[in-house]
């Protein structure tokens, strides 16, 4: 499987490039900045997010999209890849955003975790509204919503989906998380839904 990372130098893009690589998947990785790395089954590709035509052009060829950008200033871009990936006729898409982030997966949490939700949600303004533009997106989705993120080695041991007691204090290892995202596009689960996960 083919798959463009956008935000492929995040603290989070290189789990998901290495986990890639693991398996033997081919990575487009994608930067607003050239890159000159090379590495196998990796090619990086510059892109001008204001350009559908630049973003258009990272996604030939591959069979998904992960969006897996920062914090600030992200809502154009994120429109911008869905424009783009219509464009190229990609339908599959998965994106990174943070704990709770819709109406639709605070219904997930228990009822302390919403009021804690709902105490934070100033907060989460740009994840919420990333996660409105995937859902209207008419694109094959997977929302992925994990609490704070640690570094370390995976430790294959997380919760993910349909299990008790969801919480934005919990944590999860980017290893884990970048296991999770690969496997989940590959092996084609949670198809227009969102997900949270955890360790
Ligand atoms: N840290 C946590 O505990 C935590 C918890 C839950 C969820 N998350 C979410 O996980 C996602 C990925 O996290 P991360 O730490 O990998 O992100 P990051 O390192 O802050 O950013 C990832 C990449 O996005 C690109 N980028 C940043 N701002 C941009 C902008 N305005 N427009 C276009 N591209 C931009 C940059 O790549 P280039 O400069 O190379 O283009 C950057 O390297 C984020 O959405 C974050 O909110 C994080």
């Given at each position: 499987m083919q798959i463009t990372i956008f935000g492929a130098t995040g603290s989070v893009g290189h789990y998901l490039i290495n986990e890639a690589q693991r398996r033997g998947d081919t990575v487009v990785a994608v930067s607003r900045h050239a890159h000159s790395k090379q590495s196998s089954g990796v090619s990086w590709q510059s892109v001008d997010y204001d350009s559908l035509d630049s973003i258009v052009k990272t996604l030939a060829g591959s069979d998904a999209a992960i969006i897996s950008l920062?914090?600030?200033?992200v809502i154009t871009p994120t429109q911008n890849i869905v424009a783009a990936m219509k464009v190229a006729n990609l339908k599959r898409v998965e994106i990174l955003t943070g704990f709770g982030t819709s109406s639709a997966s605070r219904k997930q949490l228990g009822i302390g975790m919403r009021a804690v939700m709902t105490v934070m949600m100033p907060m989460l303004r740009t994840k919420e509204k990333q996660d409105q533009i995937i859902r209207n997106s008419g694109l094959i989705f997977t929302i992925v919503q994990p609490p704070t993120l640690t570094d370390g080695?995976?430790?294959?041991?997380y919760r993910y989906g349909?299990?008790?007691?969801?919480?934005?204090s919990g944590h999860i290892a980017r290893a884990d998380l970048a296991e999770f995202m690969i496997t989940n596009l590959v092996e084609d689960r949670f198809k227009r839904e969102s997900v949270y996960l955890q360790n």
């Open positions: 920062g914090d600030y200033d080695p995976a430790t294959h041991a349909n299990y008790g007691h969801k919480s934005i």
